[in-house]
């Protein structure tokens, strides 16, 4: 059975993002800060289009190309996609990464706005506009026997957490308060136990797996 | 040079306490499981008054122990103390942890309301009226060359990390989702820079021990 995997890096005060995100700065004030971890791997450099054999090697490393290659479909937000919510406009924008995405599978995103299919190097960009137990039926159709994974934002795996959908997250604790910006999870909701599956430890972040408890 | 440090459990989306805290339920819903992790191990029996014979030993219970002995004077805030702010009133609340406190060591209050020290068994309870930088001094003088450590609440915890003054904050992140409650960092302060120094894991609780950069 395919799992529903949460993998995200969050400021050690429970931000994915810092404050005042534009669609210029997409991670706020400070954001940068979460993803330091991961930008001089060799893996970061291989799926984002530049030449691998220069990144760094190691524990970090590591986590990062299992996080890459552990799941045969992601799940992502509209806002995650193109950092705004409300329709397409005339001239889509085709998201963050240019021409080859570094995601390499199918990857759902869910929108209120309906739009046609994207294909973009070895990316397929559906969206889905009918809801997340539609966006995770048609994902893990297109995984078949394999894991698919949430990449954010936070709005979207709170929805799927909040369903009882989620199976699993990884959490990379990046060492920085953010004060302020996206919140990981939400508030309101009942207090959840969860269980320590893993824990990679490096300088730079800190890789916790954690199991939902149902 | 004795160092100020932060000792504390956190859950992962970022609470000490969970929401409708009460003087009978201090640590509001679902907040026990913020110190799961602690309840059974030896060292916890042995400072609280229970045979330490028969708790449990081993990764947590060190973290426990060095936790427990590695200062010499401790600050606290009102609330922590006695779970209220404002006055004393006529029978003033002698503290949670019954005739033989768990500290064993002097601890420094902090609060508005002015009230004569207090012994209780190896514990002194210090009463400081004014303000965190008076009781960061006496604590360090009752310290030597020790360090000092901060035990809580958040309130206490941001103030000094908003003056600068803390060195080093090791949070004990253990596998719950609280949704609410008392946030451990404060919003609207700038980004900050942590440094991680030690991850030591285990499958009830992370416990990541940070320096906080200048």
């Not at 060799?42 to 760094?56: A, L, P, V």
């Not at 969206?127 to 297109?142: M, N």
Request: hydrophobic share 35%.
């Amino acid at each position: 059975m395919s799992k529903l995997k949460l993998d995200i890096s969050m400021s050690l005060d429970g931000y994915i993002a810092g404050p005042e995100a534009t669609h210029e700065e997409p991670l706020g004030k400070g954001g940068g800060a979460l993803h330091e971890w991961a930008y001089n791997l060799r893996s970061f450099s291989e799926t984002h289009g530049r030449d691998g054999s220069e990144g760094e090697t190691g524990t970090d490393d590591d986590v990062l190309a299992e996080a890459s290659s552990g799941h045969d479909a992601v799940i992502m937000g509209k806002r995650m996609f193109c950092g705004e919510d409300g329709p397409w406009g005339d001239e889509p924008f085709e998201g963050w990464w240019g021409d080859d995405p570094p995601f390499r599978k199918p990857v759902f995103v869910l929108t209120n706005h309906e739009r046609e299919p994207l294909e973009l190097g070895e990316t397929t960009f559906e969206f889905v506009t009918d809801g997340i137990e539609a966006a995770f039926e048609r994902a893990r159709d297109a995984a078949g026997s394999d894991d698919v994974q949430i990449s954010g934002g936070a709005h979207v795996a709170q929805q799927y957490l909040a369903a009882g959908l989620l199976d699993e997250m990884q959490i990379h604790i990046a060492p920085v308060l953010l004060g302020g910006g996206t919140k990981l999870f939400a508030d309101g909701e009942k207090p959840l136990g969860l269980r320590v599956t893993r824990v990679i430890e490096s300088p730079a972040v800190t890789h916790v797996r954690y199991e939902i408890e149902r």
